[in-house]
């Protein structure tokens, strides 16, 4: 973030990106342990392969910054995973198949609404309604357990299922993350095209502004807008597709970025960043492994697992 980036005009007479102050930029090369010259072009330059061929161009100064944010997000979000991963290694035991009980203390972030809402939104709230709807099933599960264990009389108590929401966001083809990858795969999809498509999903009559479930809500002004609600527990959240929905769930890294990672001198980096296409990268069926490169997970791919993991691991536990 602190290496500045100015526009310059190219030999060919197109605006393009550059750096401002070499000095920045070879102190976050020398700390990284990489090349200065390529973390420059990763700044600056696009690569693209086609056929096998190399296809290099200079990056304006917007997309060089945007290149420049994806790579400082790349590092932090690559040594995290590092991080996690040692301190796992360290504490483990030898045979996971000996540990009889453990403890996890979670905490997590509160329901979100705010005058503009996008894709974080979306994804926080999508996990508060997962956690909701255990701690529902928990607590009046064991309250109307503790009642038949004393005897008391009492007649079975409803409470409120939110499967229906949850549906309406994880379900595969018709669910809103589903949708928006769909969305990301298209040549030329945009988050104009993605609100268009959930909506008449959803809301599938004409004039229609409030889904068969009552979970999708939209205006004829707010469908115009790109803005559609959700039904939450906790109440209305209109979302507003063109803050980027398309580019937050891709995530991608650069080329130039990947190759950055992958020949660093240091050590450390290439572990970091080996950790993190892991975590990234499909699992390939055996039968296409071997016909090219694996295809990212998209960052809803990455949270709908790591979701239901958790709730999997916490309808394992005795919450307290």
Not at 15 to 44: N, P, Q, W
Not at 142 to 159: H, K, N
Not at 226 to 239: I, K, P, T
Request: charged share 30%.
């Amino acid at each position: 973030g602190e290496i500045a980036l100015v526009s310059k005009t190219s030999d060919s007479g197109n605006e393009v990106a550059d750096i401002e102050d070499r000095e920045s930029l070879e102190r976050c090369a020398k700390f990284l342990g990489v090349d200065v010259d390529k973390i420059e072009f990763a700044l600056t330059k696009r690569l693209v392969i086609a056929r096998g061929e190399e296809i290099k161009s200079e990056l304006s100064l917007e997309k060089a910054h945007d290149a420049r944010d994806a790579l400082a997000k790349t590092i932090y979000g690559s040594l995290f995973l590092w991080v996690v991963a040692q301190v796992n290694k360290s504490i483990q035991w030898e045979n996971d198949d000996e540990i009889r009980s453990s403890i996890g203390v979670l905490d997590i972030f509160g329901f979100e609404c705010f005058k503009i809402n996008s894709f974080e939104q979306l994804c926080i709230n999508y996990t508060n309604e997962a956690l909701q709807q255990q701690f529902n099933k928990f607590i009046f599960k064991l309250e109307q357990e503790e009642y038949e264990a004393e005897g008391i009389q009492w007649a079975f108590i409803s409470f409120p299922d939110n499967q229906d929401c949850l549906d309406t966001i994880q379900q595969k083809k018709t669910g809103i993350l589903a949708m928006l990858d769909d969305e990301c795969r298209l040549p030329r999809g945009s988050d104009r095209n993605f609100c268009k498509r959930l909506l008449d999903q959803w809301l599938p009559e004409k004039g229609q502004t409030v889904s068969e479930n009552t979970r999708i809500h939209a205006s004829k002004i707010q469908q115009g807008k790109s803005l559609f609600c959700v039904r939450h527990f906790a109440g209305l959240v209109e979302y507003n597709a063109l803050t980027s929905f398309m580019e937050k769930n891709k995530d991608e890294i650069p080329i130039a970025a990947q190759n950055l990672f992958e020949t660093a001198p240091s050590d450390l980096i290439r572990d970091c960043y080996a950790i993190q296409k892991k975590e990234t990268e499909e699992k390939k069926p055996e039968a296409s492994a071997r016909k090219g490169p694996a295809r990212q997970k998209t960052v809803g791919m990455q949270f709908k697992a790591q979701l239901l993991g958790l709730i999997e691991n916490v309808e394992s536990t005795d919450p307290h």
